[in-house]
């Protein structure tokens, strides 16, 4: 399963999704996940457009006022659809992966607000977790938290906010996810000026994922289009 994330940041102008359509070409994506498009409104006609095919199948969550916005898109040749559900700040897809037979749920993230909205994410997420028992998971997207204070540099007074921290890693512990490794970058986010960075976007996976794909990784492109970075999601394994 190849997976490519992004934070793009608006997907309002050519630039960037020239970017996003190169990527998905360069890479032969099965599933694309973005976070924060600011786009109310999405088409068929522009789905094939950002993926150059046709044969595309997605789901927007519009959020509110633009806020939370998230897209995700999959070749239907490579991912069979079976349903979905939108959260505050989430879509999971569940469907069937053509090439390994596997049923999988991959969910697209975009974790924003205060300590309690993100609480009330790490619940939401786990009530679907709990709800598909049988499938193989995926969380990808920009989670806003690092798991350690060594993921942030930059940031005046983020040591303090351990409670932030020690939730995050709870909720992966809890639900048996794996932080897969990073190829690349050690940072998914920078300020433009450079004076801060963080690791912000992240990729998470059931051990039953691991036992498909034994070699996922989580390869960190450089920064291009967004003050993100995207993420390509591939095991060199079965891709």
């Given at each position: 399963?190849?997976?490519?994330?992004?934070?793009?940041?608006?997907l309002e102008g050519g630039i960037k999704a020239k970017y996003l359509k190169h990527l998905i070409a360069k890479e032969g994506a099965d599933f694309v996940c973005i976070q924060e498009i600011k786009v109310i409104e999405f088409s068929d006609r522009r789905c094939f457009d950002l993926w150059g095919d046709s044969k595309v199948g997605w789901v927007h969550n519009e959020g509110v006022n633009r806020v939370r916005s998230t897209l995700s898109m999959w070749h239907k040749e490579a991912f069979i659809y079976s349903s979905h559900v939108i959260g505050r700040g989430f879509i999971a897809v569940v469907g069937l992966h053509s090439k390994s037979n596997c049923l999988c749920?991959?969910?697209?993230?975009?974790?924003v607000g205060s300590l309690s909205d993100k609480a009330s994410m790490w619940d939401a997420l786990s009530a679907i977790r709990n709800?598909?028992?049988?499938?193989?998971?995926?969380?990808?997207?920009?989670?806003?938290?690092?798991?350690?204070?060594e993921e942030?540099?930059?940031?005046?007074?983020?040591?303090?906010?351990?409670?932030?921290?020690?939730?995050f890693n709870e909720f992966i512990f809890k639900n048996l996810m794996v932080d897969l490794p990073i190829v690349g970058k050690k940072f998914t986010w920078y300020k433009s000026d450079g004076s801060a960075k963080s690791r912000l976007d992240t990729?998470?996976?059931?051990?039953?994922?691991?036992?498909?794909?034994?070699?996922?990784?989580?390869?960190?492109q450089p920064r291009e289009v967004s003050d993100h970075c995207a993420i390509v999601v591939k095991s060199w394994a079965k891709d």
């Open positions: 399963m190849i997976i490519v994330n992004l934070n793009i940041r608006g749920v991959i969910v697209n993230v975009y974790v709800s598909h028992q049988n499938e193989v998971w995926c969380y990808c997207g920009d989670f806003n938290v690092v798991r350690c204070v942030r540099k930059g940031v005046r007074g983020y040591s303090s906010q351990k409670k932030e921290i020690k939730d990729i998470l996976v059931s051990e039953e994922w691991l036992q498909v794909w034994p070699m996922s990784k989580q390869y960190v």
